[in-house]
């Protein structure tokens, strides 16, 4: 990478203030004393009093305070995937969908460079535990088909792949169909236990729950969600259960992939309950998270006198020297970062999406570009730089969406 360049004074004076003139002495007041009372005074006759009318419009009473999410630990053990795993990837819209942006594959390829997967997304939008939504795939005609249809066309398909690694995603449909919480996951306990029963013998099974996302308030005529949270929370809940009971990791997104109302951040969903673009690049950072893995993204910074300083991650820097009109270093970066493959929108949005953050500090006042494989990638000024500047391009970029 090569680095390479292309006060106002606030003065004050204090206002005088003439003294106060000083406060005459005040006499002193002569104490009279009162006769003393040797009997006490007759009471007075009591009246009657009146109701006290309120002040103002009935005050409702305060709701009591909403109960705090249950807490799941995170496991410290990391996941670590081996050459030759078949990942399956199984659940409802959430999966189905997040096959067309690929973010999560994508980091899990990243994190387990070198290794040969295999990915079997069989996600099925509005599908459950029990399959329900595969009802009528089968090759029997129309009004033929048996009671558990569904169940079987999924059944079948786990048991083809063999998966060694299983990533389950339900929960979204489940609570807005007729179905109970108590069905959902006894359907989920005999889904868990027909992948255990048909995995791959090459390697160990690993198994990962992911609960649903929150019911995102997008304003509008969209229903802010808040009684389906509700319903939502509890099957968050349930999965996190499973997963502490079946040793699985848990991707919470429905804590992690939380915005708050007026944030300046883009939204997460298209329409409150189905993840857009970005909405999916952040599910798979909190994957990445949830699964113990160091982040695939970047920082560094290089300090006046050359040297690198503390703190950096995600690249392994080397022969740093110092120029005439700039800076020139190595730089190996463990893996390739996580990008973002849609058009970038305001400087936030880029801070949100960057790749990583490159500070260079003692730099001379002026306009500085960073070039990498002589491509130039961003050029800033001396105190962008120093801040720390967010890099969203270069040809490791290149590279990934390739």
Request: charged letters at 20%; a positive charge; aromatic letters at 8%.
């Amino acid at each position: 990478m090569v680095l390479t360049a292309c006060a106002i004074a606030v003065a004050g004076q204090a206002l005088g203030q003439a003294p106060k003139p000083p406060v005459p002495p005040q006499p002193k007041k002569q104490i009279v004393s009162k006769p003393v009372r040797l009997n006490p005074p007759p009471a007075k006759p009591r009246q009657a009093t009146k109701p006290v009318p309120p002040a103002g419009p009935a005050v409702k009473p305060k709701s009591p305070p909403k109960p705090a999410l249950k807490s799941f630990l995170r496991k410290t053990q990391k996941l670590n995937l081996i050459d030759g795993d078949q990942v399956l990837l199984i659940g409802d819209g959430l999966v189905e969908q997040a096959q067309k942006q690929g973010y999560l594959e994508y980091r899990i390829t990243v994190q387990n460079s070198g290794k040969k997967l295999h990915f079997h997304n069989i996600g099925w939008s509005g599908d459950t535990p029990a399959g329900i939504a595969r009802d009528g795939l089968g090759t029997r005609q129309a009004g033929h088909e048996p009671a558990n249809e569904g169940w079987l066309q999924l059944s079948k398909q786990i048991t083809d792949i063999k998966p060694t690694v299983a990533i389950i995603g339900y929960g979204m449909a489940s609570s807005l169909d007729d179905s109970t919480l108590e069905q959902f996951k006894s359907d989920y306990q005999r889904l868990v236990g027909h992948i255990k029963a048909n995995a791959g013998k090459k390697n160990r099974l690993r198994l990962v729950f992911m609960s649903p996302i929150v019911h995102e308030d997008l304003g509008g005529k969209l229903p802010n969600g808040q009684a389906h949270n509700e319903s939502l929370e509890k099957y968050r809940e349930a999965i996190g259960d499973l997963a502490t009971e079946h040793d699985a990791w848990f991707v919470d997104l429905y804590r992690y992939l939380r915005r708050r109302k007026g944030s300046p951040t883009p939204p997460l969903t298209t329409d409150g309950i189905h993840l857009s673009d970005y909405g999916y690049w952040v599910m798979a950072s909190a994957a990445e998270y949830s699964f113990s893995w160091l982040p695939s993204n970047f920082r560094f910074g290089i300090m006046d006198d050359g040297t690198e300083r503390g703190g950096g991650y995600g690249i392994k820097l080397a022969n740093i020297s110092q120029i005439a009109n700039g800076v020139t270093l190595d730089g190996q970066f463990e893996g390739l970062p996580p990008y973002f493959a849609r058009e970038k929108k305001g400087n936030l949005f880029t801070q949100q999406t960057a790749i990583g953050r490159i500070q260079f500090l003692g730099l001379p006042e002026g306009r500085y570009t960073l070039t990498a494989d002589k491509v130039e990638i961003l050029t800033a000024d001396t105190k962008e730089w120093a801040s720390g500047a967010f890099i969203d391009a270069g040809p490791d970029i290149d590279q990934a969406e390739e």
